[in-house]
């Protein structure tokens, strides 16, 4: 029996003089349970510690508290109704973050953006980056990566490497000044 090839998660619509591409985030179906259960946990310790301990404590530990539950219950809500949007237009490329229906862009000027690549996700993770805290993906994924001045920003997190390469073609159909290096060659 022939195995079906896999589906890309991502969409891709021509919207006016644009590109809209829309990446759902990937979910570890293992990672949820583990996630949900340990938001229990932290619940059910966070509430216990309103008896048998003096009002400071108390007080000291419920801030602590409160953003440890607030992290965990925005990394679940995350990994299940996010993802991430790219807006291109010939002047600039536009990220959107969805997180229950609510997003906020950043935007790259086109003038800044070189070398529209598909990289490795794998990288050190910064103290400031919840990636290692949510329920979403696989470490091995692979990401979008562009050089924006002398920084390499990175988006569509949860690529595969063949779904990758499909956007990169699409991109190059229309937008081919994207992936040019510093040099001015194409990819």
Do not use: C
Request: charged share 20%; no cysteine; glycine share 8%.
């Amino acid at each position: 029996m022939p195995v079906k090839p896999q589906e890309p998660i991502h969409r891709i619509e021509d919207v006016g003089d644009g590109m809209k591409i829309t990446i759902p985030y990937r979910i570890s179906w293992i990672g949820i349970p583990v996630q949900l259960a340990w938001l229990f946990i932290w619940f059910v310790a966070g509430i216990s510690m309103r008896t048998g301990f003096p009002l400071i404590l108390r007080l000291l530990t419920a801030i602590p508290w409160l953003v440890g539950l607030a992290l965990g219950l925005y990394s679940l809500v995350r990994a299940l109704s996010g993802g991430e949007v790219l807006e291109l237009t010939a002047s600039s490329i536009t990220r959107y973050y969805r997180v229950l229906g609510f997003s906020w862009p950043r935007q790259y000027l086109a003038e800044h953006i070189k070398d529209l690549r598909l990289a490795s996700k794998r990288r050190e993770v910064k103290g400031n980056e919840l990636a290692w805290l949510t329920a979403i993906g696989n470490d091995e994924a692979n990401v979008l990566a562009f050089d924006y001045g002398a920084k390499t920003i990175r988006v569509a997190s949860g690529l595969e490497e063949a779904e990758g390469k499909q956007i990169l073609a699409a991109v190059r159909q229309r937008y081919p000044q994207y992936l040019e290096d510093a040099a001015g060659a194409k990819a």
